[in-house]
C-alpha cells in the first residue's frame, strides 16, 4: 500500500503489484462504491504475465480521503488520475495502460478524450457505466434532480443486489459482507456521473488510443448493449470481446480465464 497528494490536497491510497522486469504499467480503476482490494487478484495475474499493475482507491472510497459516494466534479476524478499516472511514472518509466472497471471503465473513457498530450498506450474498459441496464425508481430520479441543488452532498442509499455482479456465489457472498463496501451515493455524484455519460457519448471522437472492451452478455447493472453500441461508433483501433453468459464483474467469473487471455494478448500485442 502506498499514498499519493490529489491536486486538492486529498490524500489517495494504492496497491502496487510490480513486475520484475515490466513490459508496461497498468492503472486498474475499480467501479462505484468498490475499492481496489476487491482486484488483488487482476494485480498478481499481470504481474505474473509480466505486467506491474497499480490499483487506486478512487476519491471517497477504500482507503481514500474524500467523502464516501460523493462526487464535487467529476473532473477531479480525471486529475486523481493525472496525479496516479505521474507517481506511477516515478515508479517505472514503462508505457501505461488503463484497466477500467464499471465506474471506472467510465473515468477511463472520459480520461481519454481529454488528454491527448499526454496519451495512454492502450485501455481495457471492463462492462462501463454508460448507463443503467434498469430504470431507477421515479422518486430517486425526481429527488436527485432536486436535491442535486439544494443537498448535492446528502448520502442516499445505493445498495447493489450483490448476487449480479458474478455467477460466482463466492464472490458475491464476499462483496455483500465487505464492509469497504460504501452503499450510498449523493445527489451531487449522480448529477456528474450522468454528466460524464453524456460527455463520453459526444466525445468518442477524440479517443485515439487503442482500446479492448470486454462486455457481459447478462449484465444486470449497467447497459452492455449502450456500451457496444458506443465501441461500435469509435474509429481506430477498438477491439470488442462479447461473453454472452456473464454477469457485470467479468474478472470475477468462473471461467475468467478467458477474459484474462484476452486481456494478457491485447496488452502483448499493442505493447
Not at 54 to 78: K, P
Not at 107 to 129: F, H, K, N
Not at 159 to 173: G, K
Request: aromatic share 8%; glycine share 8%.
Amino acid at each position: 500500500m502506498a499514498a499519493l497528494t490529489a491536486p486538492d490536497g486529498t490524500q489517495l491510497v494504492y496497491d502496487s503489484y510490480e513486475a520484475t522486469a515490466p513490459r508496461a504499467a497498468a492503472l486498474i480503476l475499480h467501479g462505484w462504491a468498490d475499492h481496489a482490494g476487491r482486484w488483488r487478484e487482476t494485480g498478481e495475474r499481470l504481474r505474473d504475465a509480466g505486467y506491474s499493475a497499480y490499483a487506486l482507491d478512487l476519491r471517497g472510497h477504500g482507503r481514500s480521503g474524500g467523502r464516501r459516494g460523493h462526487l464535487s466534479r467529476f473532473s477531479q476524478l480525471l486529475g486523481d488520475l493525472q496525479a496516479f499516472r505521474r507517481v506511477v511514472r516515478l515508479r517505472t518509466e514503462r508505457p501505461q495502460v488503463l484497466l477500467g472497471i464499471s465506474f471506472g471503465g467510465l473515468v477511463a473513457l472520459r480520461y481519454l478524450e481529454t488528454q491527448p498530450s499526454d496519451p495512454i498506450s492502450g485501455a481495457i474498459v471492463m462492462s462501463p457505466w454508460l448507463g443503467l441496464a434498469f430504470r431507477p425508481p421515479l422518486w430517486k430520479l425526481l429527488a436527485g434532480r432536486v436535491l442535486a441543488d439544494l443537498w448535492p452532498t446528502l448520502p442516499i442509499p445505493a445498495r447493489v443486489d450483490a448476487d449480479v455482479l458474478s455467477r460466482d456465489p463466492a464472490v458475491n457472498q464476499a462483496y455483500a459482507a465487505d464492509p469497504a463496501i460504501h452503499r450510498v451515493m449523493t445527489p451531487g455524484a449522480w448529477r456528474e456521473i450522468q454528466w460524464a455519460q453524456r460527455a463520453v457519448a459526444a466525445d468518442g471522437h477524440r479517443i485515439e488510443s487503442p482500446l479492448l472492451f470486454l462486455l457481459p452478455g447478462e449484465d444486470r447493472l449497467v447497459d452492455a448493449h449502450l456500451a457496444r453500441a458506443f465501441a461500435d461508433s469509435l474509429k481506430g483501433a477498438v477491439r470488442v470481446r462479447w461473453y454472452p453468459e456473464m454477469y457485470h464483474e467479468i474478472l470475477h467469473d468462473p471461467q475468467r480465464d478467458e477474459p484474462y487471455g484476452d486481456i494478457i494478448g491485447f496488452l502483448a500485442g499493442k505493447l
